[in-house]
Each structure stands twice: as C-alpha cells, then as structure tokens.
C-alpha cells in the first residue's frame, strides 16, 4: 500500500509539473487513454475567451503577448501588436513611466486613453499590472473598455445638468409667484377695499341723474375688479392646467373694453379687432393679460394724438428659439404711442420695473410683468417691439398643443 499511495504522489506531481501529458487507466481489465493540457495551454485558452484586453510586458514596455481581444479594441492584429511597445498605443506616451513608478508602491489601477489604427480614434480604458516576479520576467495586464461606461457617465451628466435648469428655473418661476401673490393679496387689494367701501357709502339719490350714473359705475367696476383680484390671486395658487377652457380672444377683448371704457372715451382712443382665434386658456388670465396690454398702451399714448390700438393673429408661427420644437399663433398688440428706446426693451417685463416717475405715469410697475407669466402659464412667451416717438408692438406666442 505504501509503494502504491507513493507511486500515487509521484504521478501527481509529475501532472502538477507539467511532466505527464496523458495517462493510461485501466477499468475491467480495459486500458483507456487520458489527454492532459498543459496548464500553460489551459491558461492561454482562457486568456483568449476572456472578454477584456489581456497583455504581458517586459518591465521596459515591450509587448511580449496580446490577446485578440486586446487586437479587437486597436484594429491592430495580434502578430504585430506583439514585439512593439505598450506606450506606443497610449494617446499620452508619457504615462507609461508612470505606470511602472506607480507599480513600485503597489498602485495597480488606472485609467489611459489608448489610440486606434482609425485616425483621431480613441478610445477610454481602465488598465490594471500585475508584477509577475519573480516567478516569471515580466508585468501581466487586464485592459477593461471604457466607451459605453464613459457614454452613459456623459449622459447622465447631461442628464444632471438639465434637471438643475429645471430646477433653478422652477425656483425662479416660484420666486416671481410669491412676489406676484405678494402685490395681488396686499398692496393692490387694500386700495381696492377703500375703493369699495367708501363709494358703498355714497347714497347715489342725492345725486344728479349723470351722477348717480357715474357713481353706479364706479361701484360695478370696483366690486367687478376686487372680484378679479381675488381669481387672480387664486389662480396664483394652483396650477394652469386646472383652469383651462375654450376662451374666444374676440369675447375676452370685449370684456375688457367695457371695463377699461371710461380710459378709453377720455383718450378717445381706437380699438381695432380683426379676427382672433379661440384658444384654450384660462379666462381669467386672458381677461388679465389683454387688460394690461390694452390700458398699457392707453396709458402711453402722446397727448395730441388719440391712441389707436389694433389687434390681430398673424397665423402659425415656427419658433426661431432653438428649444422650441413646436408651434404658436402670433397675437400682435400695435399702438401708435410714445414708443421706448431699445435699451429699455429687456427690462420691462421684470417685476417693479418703471421706465417713467410716478408723476408721469401711474402705475406700480407689475402689469408686463404679469403678462410675462400669463404667458409662461400657456407655454407661450411674449415679446416686444418699439420705437420711439413711432409707437410700440408686442407680440403674444401661444403654444398650439
């Protein structure tokens, strides 16, 4: 038993050594013949199977095998890559010395950008060295391709980068809401309730016919204008979509010269509609919107000319904004007023922006500013073209969804 289990041993470390290449077993008295590979053809096999670029070097670079998989990623062949250097196919040659430098301190790991056969064709990789001394002369590397990695780290960088201006321009947006609520709820509404108030106690039977007339007017329009007040501050507080209806423009511009009609017969001022389109809008915005844009250029007029205002569709319009991707239906707004010089044009759609002191024209300063969000709310956007002295035209963009 002894001599068998020896004889045992000594066939199994004539295997491990790579002595024994086949053995002959026989079972039932039947000899039966066993190939063994090589544990350098094992390893060699699996080496070119494996799915990442595979190399051994000699400490200097010289490249002293190479797995087609390594061929693949270059457009090299595997017969020419072996006996040329590694650095040769570094975009940077000069990492090389820090590779082996790294390797001294037991840094193993790092990321080289490798050059192609293909002109001005790179390609991202992590490269990993093994010291293969002393057992064997030499440095082994594992090459892992970084293209689709890097692809999708670009894209969802992009990705990151677009949520952020979502963001910042959703804070915006919420910003000049809450400076808009702000306005709306008091310095525009405690006037307005003093308005009301006090002409409630005007008993109209005391006055001449005209003027109860005019003191019924007063009353209607100011009770009408907290009412819109109160929508408008209310719309502020939730979201455009829950307010959407069919809205005839035509209708809405009508409304709003009742309600501007005392203005417009002391400036006998002209208001030209031609045919506008029905849109799907929030009416109280709309009712807003064409409010401010009318009395705006009311207000504005010269002196010795009465205003003529002039409203029409120019039809479907392609955004030239290269973010836009679909179309609008132009509304220009066209006066014959005061006009304003183009350095003034970027700045009247901020929030408290005068252009005038307040004993030439009234106002707070928030009517194009609300214009501007009414517009955002519809996913549209407003412009605005002037001169001066020759009169002012802003064009209203609504989205066709």
């Known amino acids: 038993m002894k001599e068998e289990l020896y004889e045992s041993n000594s066939i199994v470390d004539a295997i491990k050594g790579g002595d024994v290449d086949a053995l002959v077993l026989n079972s039932n008295g039947v000899p039966q013949l066993y190939s063994l590979e090589t544990a350098d053809y094992t390893f060699r096999l699996l080496i070119e199977k494996f799915g990442q670029g595979a190399l051994s070097i000699s400490r200097n670079g010289l490249i002293l095998y190479c797995n087609d998989y390594f061929a693949k990623l270059v457009g090299i062949s595997s017969e020419k890559i072996i006996g040329t250097y590694l650095y040769e196919y570094f975009n940077n040659e000069s990492n090389f010395v820090s590779l082996i430098e790294a390797l001294k301190y037991g840094v193993t790991t790092h990321e080289i950008v490798f050059n192609t056969i293909h002109e001005k064709k790179t390609f991202p990789a992590y490269i990993a060295l093994t010291d293969l001394e002393p057992s064997v002369q030499g440095i082994g590397i594992v090459i892992t391709d970084l293209t689709e990695k890097k692809k999708h780290e670009d894209a969802l960088i992009h990705h990151q980068k677009e949520l952020e201006e979502k963001i910042n321009e959703l804070n915006?947006?919420?910003k000049n809401l809450g400076e808009f609520i702000h306005v709306i709820s008091h310095d525009l509404k405690e006037p307005l309730r003093k308005i009301v108030m006090y002409s409630q106690r005007i008993n109209a039977e005391k006055l001449a016919e005209a003027d109860a007339k005019a003191m019924n007017v007063m009353k209607s329009s100011a009770v009408r204008l907290n009412s819109l007040v109160d929508d408008l501050v209310s719309y502020s507080s939730h979201t455009v979509q829950e307010e959407l209806t069919e809205v005839n423009l035509a209708e809405i511009i009508s409304e709003v010269k009742e309600d501007l009609e005392i203005i417009i017969t002391d400036k006998k001022a002209t208001i030209q509609i031609e045919k506008l389109p029905v849109l799907r809008a929030s009416k109280v915005q709309m009712r807003q919107l064409f409010s401010n844009?009318?009395?705006?250029?009311?207000k504005y007029s010269k002196t010795d000319i009465p205003p003529v205002i002039q409203i029409?569709?120019?039809?479907?319009?392609d955004a030239q904004n290269p973010n836009q991707n679909h179309k609008f239906v132009q509304i220009k707004i066209k006066d014959n007023g005061i006009g304003m010089e183009e350095s003034h044009l970027t700045k009247i759609f901020t929030i408290f922006?005068?252009?005038?002191a307040k004993n030439e024209y009234s106002g707070n300063g928030i009517g194009l500013a609300i214009c501007k969000k009414i517009m955002e709310n519809h996913s549209g956007y407003i412009t605005v073209d002037s001169k001066l002295n020759e009169g002012t035209t802003f064009n209203l963009y609504f989205s066709i969804l």
């Open 293 to 298: 844009l009318i009395s705006n250029a009311i």
């Open 172 to 174: 915006r947006i919420n």
């Open 353 to 356: 922006q005068r252009l005038h």
């Open 312 to 317: 029409f569709q120019i039809g479907d319009y």
